[in-house]
């Protein structure tokens, strides 16, 4: 039987900024981006806040509703990732099968250090907690349990600085009786199927045939059937395991709405940088381009387009994006943000086939070449340093760097 | 309430810090007698966190904090 915990930063934003802030801490405060830029939701609040009925993603006018004395503080991620990073060498001295989801999550396989510690998963749960508390002056949640799922509904059921245990021989009398919805993976749109096939807890998806689930939600139906009845096996990553990238994107929400095909091009160039210069980071090329565009009723739409060659330079990617938008987007509304993301991605190092009949893929290895001087007089003399002309049609729309500004990316469970 | 000082330290061959006097608020300075204990901990009452160094400053037991090299102290 396996020893896994799941330890969770409480309040992750908003408990460093109240630990920087001591004068703000016994008030409601919430991080949240900025309104002027049209960023304007809550990120994370703090308990007080939360009680008041503050919940991540809503509107600040929303919040202040709420809780009328609200203390907004903007993001600062180089000190969130400071604080994660910090976290992860404390969880490091107990086993090297440490592995994130999030900046303020990770799962450790204490498995194979029990023995050579003399200790109990317990008991160095506990020892966790209070030395977070202690040396970083946050607080964790933390979930003590056989699986990597079960760990993680263990550190949300009691919060904050909290140790729950579910233990093998016990875990149907403390899982089962729980809401579908608190399963990872199970979000509204699935548990609100669940529901119409009367499946309202945990227990029940455990207790329904999974022929019927896979016929109702196709794979993932079986998926969340092992995970309802204890059976995921997942491993949990070592340190020295990278993760397979699967997809590099950047996004932004526009400080004002976007009118017209050059405002999308625009944006776009800024974004389809930023991607092709992380692509050329990780040593990948892409061969595909997916495009999210939101319009200001907040519909949102993604479409996606493969390549013929692979490519790390912005100008294919732009221009592919620029394309999927054409065919799809007729403009019935502006836009309010834009996302744009690399997909099917290879290894950089592999052999490209040069055609006899056009010099498309030469030319690309041209463009590469001047892109990656690009980031090499980024790198050294800043952003700024070089910048396209284009620009500065619109510096206000143009002016955002996705690459450097917040680099946080989205974690999955099945990597 | 945080106090931010300024710290005339030692850096030794392999990286590590030690701090030997601190410049007070208005300008005194006070050399550091012994460094107790460092280790890394949060300052609840003047807000960050950081290496944590307990010294014995003119007979008086104080808690430096050096967090990301800005040095501080809790009043």
């Known amino acids: ?415 | 309430m945080k106090i931010p000082l300024k710290v005339n330290a030692d850096f030794d061959l392999s990286g590590k810090i030690m701090p030997r006097s601190i410049e007070w608020e208005d300008g005194r300075v006070f050399a550091v007698d012994r460094v107790i204990d460092v280790r890394r901990a949060a300052s609840l009452k003047a807000g960050g966190t950081g290496l944590r160094y307990i010294c014995r400053i003119c007979g008086r037991t104080v808690a430096l904090f050096n967090d990301e090299n800005k040095w501080f102290m809790e009043k």
């Not at chain 1, 503080?73 to 990073?85: N, Q, T």
């Not at chain 1, 945990?202 to 995970?227: M, N, Y």
């Not at chain 1, 060659?309 to 943000?337: D, G, N």
């Open chain 1, 1 to 415: 039987m396996r020893s896994i915990l799941h330890v969770d930063m409480n309040n992750f934003y908003a408990s460093v900024e109240c630990l920087y802030h001591p004068e703000i801490r016994n008030f409601p405060v919430a991080v949240a981006g900025d309104p002027l830029n049209r960023h304007g939701i809550i990120l994370a609040k703090n308990m007080i806040a939360k009680k008041l009925g503050v919940t991540t993603g809503e509107a600040i006018w929303e919040a202040k509703l709420k809780a009328p004395g609200l203390v907004l503080v903007p993001p600062d991620y180089k000190k969130y990732i400071r604080f994660s990073r910090m976290a992860r060498e404390i969880y490091y001295e107990y086993s090297d099968q440490v592995e994130a989801f999030g900046l303020d999550e990770n799962w450790i396989d204490l498995t194979g250090s029990l023995s050579c510690m003399h200790s109990d998963p317990v008991a160095i749960a506990d020892t966790i907690r209070r030395r977070v508390k202690e040396e970083l002056g946050v607080t964790v949640s933390v979930g003590v349990s056989f699986n990597k799922i079960f760990a993680k509904l263990g550190s949300d059921l009691k919060k904050p600085d909290a140790t729950t245990v579910i233990p093998f021989e016990h875990f149907k009398e403390i899982v089962w009786p729980l809401p579908v919805g608190d399963l990872l993976y199970v979000g509204r749109s699935t548990a609100r199927q669940l529901e119409l096939i009367a499946i309202n807890t945990i227990g029940d998806l455990a207790r329904t045939d999974v022929a019927i689930l896979r016929r109702r939600l196709g794979k993932w139906g079986e998926i969340l059937w092992f995970f309802a009845n204890g059976m995921d096996t997942s491993p949990v990553r070592k340190i020295s395991e990278s993760e397979q990238i699967k997809s590099i994107g950047n996004g932004t929400t526009c400080p004002r709405d976007l009118q017209t095909e050059q405002d999308v091009r625009l944006v776009f160039t800024v974004l389809a940088e930023s991607v092709a210069a992380r692509l050329r980071d990780c040593c990948v090329k892409c061969r595909g381009v997916q495009i999210f565009l939101r319009d200001n009723s907040l519909f949102t739409l993604s479409r996606q387009k493969q390549m013929e060659i692979p490519c790390c330079t912005s100008a294919p990617i732009l221009e592919t994006a620029m394309e999927l938008f054409r065919q799809h987007y007729r403009w019935p509304k502006p836009l309010r943000s834009v996302s744009l993301s690399a997909i099917y991605l290879v290894t950089a190092s592999r052999h490209v086939q040069l055609s006899l009949f056009d010099d498309t893929a030469e030319r690309l290895l041209v463009q590469e070449q001047l892109e990656k001087t690009i980031d090499k007089l980024r790198d050294r003399f800043g952003h700024d340093a070089i910048t396209r002309a284009s620009a500065l049609l619109d510096p206000k729309l143009t002016g955002f760097n996705p690459k450097e500004d917040h680099t946080i990316h989205p974690y999955s469970y099945f990597r």
